[in-house]
């Protein structure tokens, strides 16, 4: 198991921690995801087929693109 802390700058409440949870947690790999809004991050735990440049996408691709 892989723990990643990403920026995020797009994150500005708890309904974006929420959007961005949803999203991840449907990709396989994904263990758990907590954000902190006020930190504008994320700390995601993950394990293979899951990849950090395929949550980076995810990420880009929801529009919450990781710093």
């Known amino acids: 198991m892989t723990t990643s802390k990403l920026k995020v700058p797009n ?6 921690v929420n959007a961005i949870k949803t ?6 790999g994904i263990i758990s995801v ?4 006020a930190a504008k991050e994320i700390t995601v735990q993950w ?3 899951a990849t950090l440049e ?3 996408d995810l ?3 929801i529009h919450y693109p990781a710093a």
């Open 23 to 28: 999203d991840l947690s449907k990709m396989t």
């Open 11 to 16: 994150i500005s409440c708890g309904h974006c």
């Open 47 to 49: 394990e293979a087929p």
């Open 59 to 61: 990420l880009k691709g």
């Open 54 to 56: 395929a949550i980076r």
């Open 34 to 37: 907590e954000g902190d809004p």
